[in-house]
């Protein structure tokens, strides 16, 4: 976009040159520079569109239609889903000589495998602004956590990420203010803290202000690094998550590790193995979870296959084999008002065919 709108403003210029050989071309010279700098100056748009088959097949799956609720003993559910396509904005600033501002909004929900539920159905993902420079970053508003992204990387790797066991943490993505510190040799810190607001109900009780809080440290040098991280969880009754992962880089495959626990909720554990080869990538996982207390262990396999056609366009296979006692459903898709919801008390394998289109 800005080439060709520059391009115009150039080929203008010249024109009006041409035509009147003895003019002064300089204002037309000074046009094209301001309109260059203004295309500089504007924010960066950017988006994707996010469609995935999903082939469900359970001990028992449930189907629910407009609140009419069937049970299917050893049946399938399938159906092409939205994945979280979304459309946002970025944007940052020189304010002086080694100090920057910048900000980003980003809208999801678009619903993009039916118009009709796509409509009054967008909300925020993440908004946020904030400074950098030689103190690192801080910024305030919606974002994914510093827990999420030093420890949760299984979960958070693959597309269809409802059927992975993940990692407990529960303070929230929003009201979050958070820093990150410039790499002392290739030491980082990182901090969030949700400044919960605090209000007095009708019987004149506090209610919430808790302020959960995260704190993490990481270690990367050269292809190895190690990071460890804690929640609070505040917000909740849950105690204390402590998490640590490590990984490591050989040429073109990764290995990784993670463990987290969470105080009277669960141990999680995670092994993964990522593979790259030109367009392709192949990545293989397991994640195991054992509760506190009564409950169920679960254990997810998860396989993905992924070929890139070029910068803007890919697809990819997922799979994934799911072990658990644990009485429960999963929501394929939860933006949808028509629920396909999977027992996850049972042996469950689901199938994924997805392609994503980002600009």
Same mark, same amino acid.
């Given at each position: 976009?800005?080439?060709?709108?520059?391009?115009?403003?150039?080929?203008?210029?010249?024109?009006?040159?041409?035509?009147?050989?003895?003019?002064?071309?300089?204002?037309?010279?000074?046009?094209?520079?301001?309109?260059? @700098?203004?295309?500089? #100056? $504007?924010? @960066?748009?950017?988006?994707?569109?996010?469609?995935?088959?999903?082939?469900?097949?359970?001990?028992?799956? %449930?189907?629910?239609?407009?609140?009419?609720?069937?049970?299917?003993?050893? #049946?399938?559910?399938?159906?092409?889903?939205?994945?979280?396509?979304?459309?946002?904005?970025?944007?940052?600033?020189? %304010?002086?000589?080694?100090?920057?501002?910048? $900000?980003?909004?980003?809208?999801?929900?678009?619903?993009?495998?039916?118009?009709?539920?796509?409509?009054?159905?967008?909300?925020?993902?993440?908004?946020?602004?904030?400074?950098?420079?030689?103190? *690192?970053?801080?910024?305030?508003?919606?974002?994914? #956590?510093? !827990?999420?992204?030093?420890?949760?990387? %299984?979960?958070?790797?693959?597309?269809?990420?409802?059927?992975?066991?993940?990692?407990?943490?529960?303070? *929230?993505?929003?009201?979050?203010?958070?820093?990150?510190?410039?790499?002392?040799?290739?030491?980082?810190?990182?901090?969030?803290?949700?400044?919960? *607001?605090?209000?007095?109900?009708?019987?004149?009780?506090?209610?919430?202000?808790?302020?959960? &809080?995260?704190?993490?440290? @990481?270690?990367?040098?050269?292809?190895?690094? =190690?990071?460890?991280?804690?929640?609070?969880?505040?917000?909740?009754?849950?105690?204390?998550?402590?998490?640590?992962?490590?990984?490591?880089? $050989?040429?073109?495959?990764?290995?990784?590790? =993670?463990?987290?626990?969470?105080?009277?909720?669960?141990?999680?554990?995670?092994? $993964?193995?990522?593979?790259?080869?030109?367009?392709?990538?192949?990545?293989?996982?397991?994640?195991?979870?054992?509760?506190?207390?009564?409950?169920?262990?679960?254990?997810?396999?998860?396989?993905?296959?992924?070929?890139?056609?070029?910068?803007?366009? !890919?697809?990819?296979?997922?799979?994934?084999?799911?072990? #658990?006692?644990?009485?429960?459903?999963?929501? %394929?898709?939860?933006?949808?008002?028509?629920?396909?919801?999977?027992?996850?008390?049972?042996?469950?394998?689901?199938?994924?065919?997805?392609?994503? &289109?980002?600009?």
């Amino acid at each position: 976009m800005k080439k060709t709108l520059l391009a115009s403003a150039v080929t203008l210029a010249t024109l009006t040159t041409g035509t009147f050989a003895v003019a002064d071309t300089t204002p037309q010279i000074d046009s094209a520079a301001a309109l260059a @700098q203004r295309l500089d #100056s $504007m924010p @960066q748009v950017y988006g994707n569109v996010q469609l995935a088959w999903v082939y469900s097949e359970a001990d028992k799956n %449930i189907l629910s239609d407009n609140g009419d609720v069937e049970f299917f003993e050893g #049946s399938t559910v399938s159906g092409l889903e939205d994945n979280g396509s979304t459309i946002g904005l970025t944007h940052e600033h020189e %304010i002086s000589p080694g100090l920057e501002a910048f $900000m980003k909004i980003e809208l999801d929900g678009i619903d993009g495998d039916d118009k009709a539920k796509g409509r009054g159905r967008i909300k925020l993902d993440e908004a946020y602004i904030g400074l950098k420079g030689d103190f *690192g970053q801080v910024w305030v508003g919606s974002d994914d #956590s510093a !827990y999420e992204r030093l420890i949760d990387g %299984i979960k958070q790797y693959y597309e269809i990420v409802v059927f992975n066991t993940g990692t407990v943490y529960n303070t *929230g993505e929003g009201d979050l203010l958070q820093y990150t510190s410039p790499s002392f040799s290739g030491l980082t810190l990182h901090g969030a803290v949700e400044l919960d *607001g605090s209000f007095e109900d009708a019987d004149g009780n506090d209610v919430g202000g808790e302020n959960p &809080y995260q704190l993490g440290v @990481q270690y990367a040098v050269d292809q190895f690094s =190690l990071a460890v991280a804690m929640d609070s969880n505040d917000s909740s009754n849950a105690g204390n998550t402590y998490g640590v992962r490590g990984a490591f880089q $050989m040429g073109d495959l990764e290995l990784s590790a =993670l463990y987290s626990t969470t105080t009277d909720v669960r141990d999680d554990y995670g092994l $993964m193995a990522i593979y790259s080869m030109g367009a392709n990538t192949f990545a293989a996982s397991y994640e195991f979870s054992t509760p506190d207390g009564d409950g169920e262990d679960t254990s997810v396999i998860s396989l993905q296959a992924l070929h890139s056609f070029s910068d803007n366009l !890919y697809v990819y296979t997922e799979l994934y084999f799911v072990t #658990s006692d644990e009485e429960g459903f999963i929501d %394929i898709n939860p933006d949808d008002a028509d629920n396909s919801l999977v027992e996850t008390g049972a042996d469950a394998t689901h199938l994924a065919l997805g392609a994503v &289109y980002a600009f």
